[in-house]
């Protein structure tokens, strides 16, 4: 009944910008924390941002502290990362999360499908 589905991926040169949105349904969306992972192929799933109840404590992974930045709306239950900066690492399928806690860690809920992230060099 849970359903978290992710927009916003494409296809950019590296330096560019690009926003992912998650927009949520099935939950009560202020009572999750909120996650973004990334996955490439072949790859283990990396965590890269979390985002508390609150909207007050934010974590990142190291390689994309300072270029990207996680948020929330709880009025549109949507979570968003801000990317900046894009590198051609960078490219992965990104997933978002809900779960009762912000953890770097697979600990979550629910997940979304994903959605494809390709930076060119």
């Known amino acids: 009944q849970v359903q978290l589905v992710e927009s916003g991926g494409g296809l950019v040169q590296a330096g560019a910008s690009l926003r992912l949105s998650c927009a949520a349904s099935?939950?009560?969306?202020?009572?999750?924390?909120m996650g973004w992972f990334r996955q490439a192929p072949g790859k283990e799933r990396d965590f890269v941002a979390t985002?508390?109840?609150?909207?007050?404590?934010?974590y990142y992974a190291d390689s994309v502290k300072g270029r990207f930045t996680i948020s929330r709306d709880n009025a549109k239950s949507t979570v968003y990362l801000q990317m900046n900066s894009l590198k051609p690492e960078d490219t992965a399928v990104y997933y978002c999360a809900a779960g009762p806690a912000a953890s770097m860690f697979n600990s979550y809920d629910y997940w979304g499908q994903g959605t494809q992230v390709t930076v060119s060099s």
């Open positions: 985002l508390s109840r609150n909207g007050i404590s934010r």
């Open positions: 099935g939950l009560t969306f202020s009572s999750y924390a």
